[in-house]
């Protein structure tokens, strides 16, 4: 593989639509078998600037039991790529996976993945389909490897020069630049590029426009000069005036009035990171009340997020968007109360099937939710901050305990809501493990007053996944889930399937109904509260079994 990747030497399989028939049809009894050898120069430059050269080859027809032994050979070694078999032949999108990951694997951890003919076979069969991923200048080739090696968890450059490596490729009208959102482990933060919309600045001049019209036209009536003198005046003076000097003269005053109202103004717009929907951000000063300087908060309320703009220009000029992926809500008022003992033994397990909360890293700080909370499993992994209010069985000293979602406090209709049915809807209720609940009040006094938010979970490590099921149905609980804590969906893909959307089971369970044995797999993660998306890939080997429990090397922020 090193010489294929060095020298850009390719060798085909045989394909019918190679060779026209009619050339070579006086050949066809005595050359059995047509290769193409291409040469690319250029050594990675430009995909405009490769010249190609390309030789026929024709070797001489072999005995019967030679050509079989050497098309088992080449067929066992091209099966995968070149095969008429549907089942056996991977997809499109299979093959770019696998072209990006032997690229990866070469030229950033030094092994080769597959030889050199394998490749190759890669390669022409990429070209074939009309891919452009084999088609990419060096360039764009380092930005999909970095894209590739920042979601497996191992970037390969800063964030700095990856801004900076985007940037130069749009310059270049690259198509392979994809627009969106872009991730900054260290910050936190996502960036999306925004855009100056011209249109709502100009707009903002019209009222001005038509202020100075209005004097203009009334002008006879203020000073008592004609404006009709103009239209009077003998042709070309008269055109010339109007539209060189007149109008010329009522912009520039529109344009005084507006900066005399509006100073130092910019609009912006561009797409929500966590939906995509456009939102507008103003920057400015209105009759000297500032907008906020550099920085800006719009409310997007299709993700009901906050969107914190900020006008940071890189070095090309382009104005950039961040967005805080979450932040602890606004504090709300509830009751709680606590079940179990000290020892927590009675939590475990419970309704989101973490199991062994000690094993699995939650411990004791845990929590049941009423329905109204629990939302149908959809809450479970949910990180609160709790505080006890007003009341003498409060401790003073302690501000607020930490605790995460890990079952259902169920309705208990046989009694009043106020009176042992704590838990019974529409109440917004806490059920605290004991130990948990004797951080923040005296266990004694059974029931408190608290005030409550959701925060973002610190989680130690990547997403977990524990699996149960058999072969044909896979069921995945899965744990230790930072950022937002929830899930809103989940999609599982096998080494030999495409995407696969797994249904939600209860709690924090999903299945899917599919035979996955024997295959690597991945999975594609939405967090229910941020609609952030990860994705885990090959986290699970093909020897998986059920019982087991898997980590990634990933985690929502």
Request: hydrophobic residues 40%; proline residues 4%.
């Amino acid at each position: 593989m090193a010489s294929k990747l060095l020298s850009s030497f390719t060798l085909t399989c045989p394909r019918p639509s190679i060779v026209p028939s009619p050339t070579f049809s006086s050949l066809s009894s005595t050359f059995t078998r047509i290769h193409l050898i291409q040469f690319n120069a250029g050594g990675g430059g430009g995909r405009y600037s490769r010249l190609r050269r390309r030789l026929f080859l024709f070797s001489t027809k072999a005995t019967s039991d030679q050509q079989s032994q050497e098309d088992g050979v080449i067929d066992s070694k091209i099966l995968q790529y070149c095969s008429i078999d549907k089942k056996e032949k991977k997809s499109v999108g299979e093959l770019e996976q696998d072209f990006l990951q032997a690229l990866q694997a070469f030229y950033y951890e030094g092994k080769a993945i597959m030889s050199n003919e394998e490749f190759d076979n890669l390669k022409e069969e990429l070209m074939w389909e009309g891919s452009s991923v084999v088609m990419l200048s060096s360039a764009e080739q380092k930005f999909l490897e970095a894209s590739i090696a920042y979601v497996s968890g191992k970037p390969i450059m800063s964030d700095k020069e990856f801004d900076q490596l985007k940037m130069k490729l749009k310059m270049e009208g690259s198509e392979i630049v994809a627009e969106g959102p872009r991730c900054s482990l260290r910050s936190r933060k996502v960036y999306s590029d925004l855009t100056v919309d011209y249109l709502k600045a100009l707009l903002l001049n019209v009222p001005a426009t038509v202020l100075a019209l209005g004097l203009f036209f009334f002008l006879d009536d203020i000073t008592g000069f004609e404006v009709s003198y103009f239209i009077e005046i003998p042709e070309p003076f008269s055109f010339i005036l109007t539209w060189f000097a007149a109008v010329p003269f009522i912009l520039w005053f529109a344009q005084s009035i507006t900066n005399a109202i509006i100073k130092d103004f910019l609009i912006l717009k561009g797409p929500c990171p966590n939906c995509g929907t456009e939102n507008t951000s103003f920057f400015g000063t209105i009759l000297s009340i500032s907008s906020g300087n550099s920085t800006n908060t719009v409310k997007c309320e299709n993700a009901f997020t906050l969107i914190a703009s900020a006008m940071v220009f890189t070095f090309m000029g382009e104005p950039t968007l961040a967005v805080v992926i979450f932040r602890p809500s606004k504090w709300a008022l509830a009751h709680a109360t606590f079940y179990g003992d000290e020892t927590a033994s009675e939590t475990m397990g419970g309704a989101c099937g973490y199991g062994n909360l000690f094993q699995n890293g939650y411990g004791t700080d845990t929590v049941a939710l009423s329905s109204t909370l629990f939302n149908n499993g959809y809450a479970c992994g949910a990180c609160f901050q709790i505080k006890c209010y007003q009341s003498s069985a409060c401790y003073r000293n302690v501000a607020f305990t930490t605790v995460t979602a890990t079952n259902l406090c169920p309705p208990n209709w046989s009694k009043p809501s106020d009176n042992g049915g704590w838990c019974n809807p529409p109440r917004v209720h806490f059920d605290m493990a004991k130990p948990a609940f004797m951080k923040i009040a005296q266990w004694k006094a059974g029931i408190v007053p608290v005030m409550y938010r959701r925060v973002p979970c610190q989680r130690k490590g990547g997403v977990r996944f524990s699996f149960q099921g058999n072969g044909y149905w896979l069921l995945v609980y899965v744990m230790n889930v930072g950022g937002g804590g929830d899930i809103s969906s989940m999609m599982v893909k096998g080494s030999r399937t495409g995407w696969i959307k797994m249904s939600h089971n209860w709690g924090a369970s999903y299945q899917a109904f599919a035979t996955l044995g024997g295959q690597a797999l991945s999975f594609r993660i939405t967090s229910y509260t941020t609609k952030e998306t990860i994705i885990a890939w090959n986290v699970v080997p093909s020897n998986w079994n059920v019982g087991l429990t898997y980590s990634a090397r990933t985690n929502f922020h």
